[in-house]
C-alpha cells in the first residue's frame, strides 16, 4: 500500500507541472495588419423619408462644394432664407428662377454631411481639399395602411472626392 500512495502522490505531482505548465502556452502573438491610407470618404443614407425630387435637387445644389459651405446653404435652407432651386412647374423665388425650401430633407442632408465630415476626419483627410459628390436614387416605396397610398423613400450616398483642377 505504502507503495500505491508514492506511484499515486508521482501522479498527483505531474498533474500539478503540467497545470503550471498549461497558461505559458496560451501567449498569443498579435500582428497588426497595415491598412492603406483611404482617399475619399463616403456615407450612405438608405430609406429616407423624403421626396426624391428634392433629393435630387439638394444633391444638384450641394455637387461640387466642400463640405463647410454645403452645410452652411442647408441650415440656410432650413431657415427659409435661402431657396434650392428646382425644376419643372414651380414659382420664381427670390434670386432664382424657381426653386423651394425642403425643410425636411435638408434636415436629413445636414445630419448626412455631418457624418461625412467624421469620417473624413477618421481617415485622415484634409477637408479644404476635397468636394462633394452626391447620387441619389429611387428606394422601394411601401404602401400605407390600407394600400390607400406609397411613402416617400429615397436612397442618398454621398462622397468627399479629391477636387479635381479643371483645364480650359
Partial sequence: MAE?????????????TEEQKKPEKAKVVETKVKTEKKNEAIVNGRDLPISIKHAVAICNHIKGKDID????????VVKMKKA???????????????GRYPVKAAGFFIRLLKSLKSNAIVNELEIEKYEIHCI?????RPYKRFGQ???????????????????K
Fill in 136 to 140: 441619389p436614387n429611387v428606394a422601394p
Fill in 4 to 16: 500505491d500512495n508514492k506511484i499515486h502522490d508521482g501522479k498527483k505531482e505531474e498533474k500539478k
Fill in 84 to 98: 434650392v432651386p428646382m425644376r419643372g412647374e414651380i414659382p420664381h423665388r427670390r434670386g432664382m428662377m424657381s
Fill in 149 to 167: 397610398g406609397r411613402f416617400k423613400r429615397s436612397h442618398v450616398t454621398i462622397k468627399l472626392v479629391p477636387r479635381v483642377k479643371k483645364n
Fill in 69 to 76: 459651405h454645403a452645410i452652411a446653404i442647408l441650415e440656410e
